[in-house]
């Protein structure tokens, strides 16, 4: 009986186990698409509706569609508001050499300024500044973590 | 910054015996697992020149003081085992005019370094002795003068000196290494330009903090700077005389400037110039400020390292697609991989003895410090991390420098950063104590050359 009762905790706990890990990978799953980062936690909006930010697969500088819907919504609002300028911060995750990364952050900065441009926003009303693996949001040494820091940030400058 | 110029006054004589049979010799070129037993003998001071330094330096015994000096160096270097002092049977006066090698070949010292500190029309004038004890014969005498607050430089340049004599290399001991200094949160890292001795001893601070500062590198020719700050939001290469404080943009560059070395006679800084997502290697000559372009291709080249002979500069590239290192001559014409291992490669920096390139790897989720050839054959690693790069060199190249990061859990806990050195050879690897956190470290030539 007590036996039993033993059996049955533990048969709780290899449950719960498999519940909470079944959990963590969803939500993995949820947040990140290939090694992008997908989630929102970090996200900041420069008007309602107009994301900050957008991500990079590792290495990348390509805009994923997603990206893209950001940013066309970002130069939307940028059209409506024309005496706001921007700077437009790249970053890259701390799993590369720190040179390479300051080179890295800035093309993922202008990537995003190029794609703004090609959406009526004038290249003079918006600046460009690489931090490379400097200012990382997420301080985690994981996949996720290192996800929500490959980014480039639309910051108002006025 | 206090003088650091070190005024070597007579050179009493050096005796380099002709007839060096059975004289002791260090070899550098292997991992050393039996390094040399040596006695340092703690430096004789006569007791009106004992009280004069209490009074100026605050030590109790200054020739005890640079005897551990010198003993820690040699100790740091992998090669030295220097022996306990309790078990010396001669006193340091006596022991520097004439060992008796019984004694010290009784404890199994093999070499033995005696001395002698003096004050002297204000000045410390030191004088020491590098004894052979198997063959019984003086193999070094050397004598010079300088303020007494270079003491600690007095006990590198022996060690320099001890070295030389019996690897028959340049040593690297009374150097300085450059680094930034980290504190605070990893999301809010605040750095500061820093420097100390090669030991870790004398830590100043040369910036606030106010602005992120990144890379300081040496000229190999002065005691000149050049590193990449923040200040007032424009990323920018600086050039910083850290005699004077006096500090000044490189270049009017539209946009950031990054990655700067000197060439190997100062004249000129290398570094990269990020245009429009595009990042190319231009150099300016310090003197006449001519700003000329090395390469022009759409990828990211950056990391450039001259030769020492400022014939060729080494590079990374992600031209192929991703991270390589590419060498080329200094005019940017013939372009030429070199790494061709699996994995990225990046910081490649060109050695001083001009024969290899050191580099930092990055294979499946693992980084590494290695160095190859020039011409990329021989690739040789010689640490495996969870995070480590930017490798400097010994002014002798015969040591690496670098930074390693270690992994945060998901709050950001467990991170830190600090100094590690390594041999050439792959043995040694040392921790290199520093006040606070520290990355990006640079090493200074010889100071007394």
Redesign the interface.
């Known amino acids: 009986m007590k036996l039993n009762k033993i059996f049955k905790n533990i048969l709780f706990v290899v449950l719960a186990g498999i519940f909470l890990s079944a959990c963590a990978t969803k939500k993995v799953s949820n947040q990140m698409q290939g090694d992008v980062y997908t989630g929102k936690d970090t996200v900041e909006y420069l008007a309602s509706g107009v994301p900050d930010r957008v991500f990079f697969a590792t290495?990348e500088?390509v805009l994923t569609t997603a990206s893209r819907e950001t940013l066309r919504k970002q130069a939307a609002w940028l059209r409506k508001n024309s005496k706001v300028n921007v700077v437009l911060e790249g970053h890259a995750d701390?799993?590369?050499?720190?040179?390479?990364n300051?080179?890295?952050g800035?093309?993922r900065?202008?990537?995003a300024k190029?794609y703004l441009m090609t959406y009526g926003i004038s290249g003079n009303r918006i600046s460009?500044?690489?931090?490379g693996k400097?200012?990382?949001?997420?301080?985690?040494?994981?996949p996720l973590?290192w996800s929500k820091n490959r980014r480039s940030v639309t910051v108002k400058a006025n | 910054m206090k003088k650091i110029k070190l005024y070597i006054f007579a050179l009493l004589f050096l005796i380099i015996p002709k007839t060096s049979f059975g004289l002791i010799e260090v070899d550098i070129t292997r991992g050393n697992l039996n390094p040399l037993p040596i006695a340092v003998s703690p430096l004789f001071v006569e007791s009106k020149s004992i009280k004069k330094f209490q009074n100026l330096l605050k030590k109790e015994n200054i020739g005890e003081d640079i005897s551990s000096v010198v003993e820690n160096n040699l100790k740091s270097s992998g090669l030295f085992n220097p022996l306990k002092k309790e078990a010396f049977l001669q006193k340091p006066d006596i022991a520097h005019l004439k060992p008796r090698f019984e004694d010290w070949s009784l404890i199994k010292a093999q070499a033995l370094i005696t001395g002698e500190v003096k004050y002297e029309n204000e000045k410390l004038r030191v004088e020491f002795r590098l004894w052979d004890v198997l063959a019984g014969k003086e193999m070094m005498a050397l004598a010079f003068t300088t303020v007494p607050d270079n003491w600690r430089r007095v006990g590198h340049i022996i060690t320099d000196k001890v070295y030389q004599r019996l690897t028959g290399e340049k040593g690297y001991f009374d150097t300085r290494i450059i680094y930034v200094s980290e504190e605070g949160p990893k999301t809010n890292r605040v750095k500061k330009l820093a420097i100390m001795d090669q030991d870790g001893f004398n830590t100043k601070y040369l910036t606030l903090g106010n602005e992120l500062v990144l890379t300081p590198r040496f000229n190999p020719t002065n005691q000149m700077v050049t590193y990449l700050s923040y200040f007032k939001n424009l990323p920018r290469v600086y050039l910083l005389d850290i005699e004077t404080g006096v500090q000044e943009v490189v270049g009017d560059f539209p946009g950031m400037t990054f990655a700067p070395r000197f060439s190997p006679d100062g004249k000129k800084i290398i570094m990269s110039f990020a245009k429009d997502g595009n990042s190319d290697i231009y150099t300016m000559d310090l003197e006449n400020r001519i700003v000329e372009k090395i390469t022009n291709h759409p990828s990211i080249d950056t990391s450039p390292s001259f030769s020492p002979d400022g014939k060729y500069i080494c590079f990374n590239s992600d031209r192929s697609g991703y991270q390589q290192i590419y060498v080329m001559k200094s005019d940017g014409s013939k372009v030429k991989r070199i790494s061709f291992g699996k994995g990225l490669y990046g910081t490649p920096v060109w050695s001083p003895r001009g024969d290899l390139i050191a580099f930092t790897k990055l294979h499946k989720g693992k980084f590494y410090i290695g160095v190859m050839r020039v011409d990329g054959s021989g690739e040789r690693l010689l640490t495996e991390n969870y995070y480590q790069e930017a490798p400097s060199w010994s002014p002798n190249g015969r040591v690496l420098i670098f930074y390693r990061e270690t992994k945060s859990d998901s709050e950001g806990k467990g991170f830190s950063a600090k100094l590690w050195s390594i041999d050439l050879t792959g043995y040694n690897e040392r921790l290199v104590d520093t006040k606070t956190d520290a990355s990006d470290p640079s090493w200074s030539s010889l100071l007394s050359e």
């Open positions: 290495n500088s701390e799993r590369g050499t720190r040179e390479y300051l080179a890295l800035e093309r900065a202008n990537a190029d460009v500044i690489s931090y400097e200012r990382p949001v997420d301080s985690g040494s994981n973590a």
